[in-house]
């Protein structure tokens, strides 16, 4: 919505061209982690925000990470990993243990049935990742669409002291 009042508008509205871009990329990001969700639940009973947990875990030292590590990787706040690892564990995908040395912390590590359910679960998601956004653009698209997104994830993510992320919350 372009509601500018005139030049004593101190706000600086969406142009157009601007409004159309922003309007497609949040309609097709919805429809791509809707896409996703559903091939995920349909195919292994979760979410994608899960098997984003399990991908990160494999793929760490010893299938194992300190919570906040985890909530870190994933952009996720601490209680919406607390929340998610207590479901992977229902489901004897993720187990927690204690951190040595450190009485607080926790780390989260991957099962073998979790790995299990992430080798069974990973070539219908790498299809469905592939058919809803791969097979749709051309080489030069892709490297695009990469190059775009870490300008805009680098811009998001700032480094400095206390910073407002969602894995310090």
Known sequence: MNTATG???????????????????LHAT???????????QRDAGMPHIYYGLLVTLAEAPRRRLRMTELAMRSKITRSRLSHAVA???KNGWVRREDCPGDKRGQFAVLTEEGLEVLRRTAPGHVTAVRQAMFERL??????ALGEIMEIVAEGLQPNEAGA??????
């Open 7 to 25: 030049p004593a508008d101190r706000h600086r509205w969406l142009t157009d061209d601007e409004q159309r871009v922003w309007r497609a990329y």
């Open 30 to 40: 919805t429809l791509l982690e809707d896409h996703l969700d559903r091939q995920l």
């Open 87 to 89: 479901r992977l564990e």
């Open 138 to 143: 051309t080489p030069e698209q892709q490297k």
């Open 164 to 169: 407002d992320l969602p894995w310090l919350r």
